[in-house]
């Protein structure tokens, strides 16, 4: 079974421009989640999708955003890139049934590298 | 709120000797573990986990972890380090059911030959 993909891997923006990242789940897979990993900070977790809905968020500015379309695909968006905003941008996927209970494990993609000059 | 302390941003380890990655964790609810490695410039891969049920967990690569829930811990070793072992290790915590994991800040282990 084909793991989590994202794309692109690498990227280099600018200050004030936007940015969207793109991740495909396991098949089979119905939740995203997404982390921001930086040396400072760490791993830090973003937001999850499940079934197109957003169902848990972390404590990020307004300038970053998700979605999720109907095949689990999922893509993140920040607006007015920020030099901080420089990090490894992880996606997550698991089952995301509540009937899986803790045992929802997350399976992690390669990352995007996101560069901001 | 849950939380994470790897004791030790950086282990050295000589080739063949036990690797011991330290772990603390504090939760309100019994808590799920696990515990990921990060090679360079790669994403996380899962090594084990601990869901309920046996305290020891074995993992991949001869990787293994004891949940102790007096001392609140969940140490990883392994009883002869490998020069591919050399990596970043990630502790991580979360509570029932599909809420977002919350990791330690890592620590990286070297393998000296």
């Known amino acids: 079974k084909a793991g989590v993909t994202q794309t692109p891997r690498y990227l280099i923006k600018t200050r004030g421009q936007q940015v969207t990242l793109s991740c495909s789940p396991i098949s089979g897979h119905r939740s995203v989640s997404w982390y921001q990993q930086t040396p400072g900070q760490g791993l830090q977790f973003l937001f999850e999708y499940f079934s197109e809905t957003q169902r848990n968020k972390g404590n990020f500015p307004g300038r970053f955003s998700g979605r999720q379309f109907s095949n689990s695909r999922s893509e993140m968006n920040v607006s007015t890139l920020e030099l901080g905003d420089s990090a490894l941008y992880l996606c997550a996927s698991s089952l995301g049934g509540h009937s899986s209970g803790g045992t929802d494990t997350q399976y992690f993609g390669p990352g995007t590298r996101l560069t901001v000059l | 709120a849950q939380s994470v302390t790897q004791l030790g941003s950086h282990v050295s380890v000589s080739e063949g000797a036990l690797v011991l990655l330290r772990c603390n964790y504090s939760s309100s609810v019994p808590p799920y573990l696990f515990w990921y490695v990060q090679y360079p410039n790669q994403g996380l891969q899962l090594l084990l986990k601990?869901?309920?049920?046996?305290?020891l967990v074995k993992g991949i690569n001869g990787f293994e972890a004891e949940f102790k829930k007096s001392e609140t811990s969940f140490h990883l070793t392994k009883p002869s380090a490998h020069m591919s072992d050399a990596a970043e290790y990630f502790c991580a915590v979360s509570e029932w059911g599909n809420t977002p994991l919350v990791f330690g800040k890592g620590t990286r282990l070297s393998v000296i030959a």
């Open positions: 601990y869901t309920t049920g046996a305290t």
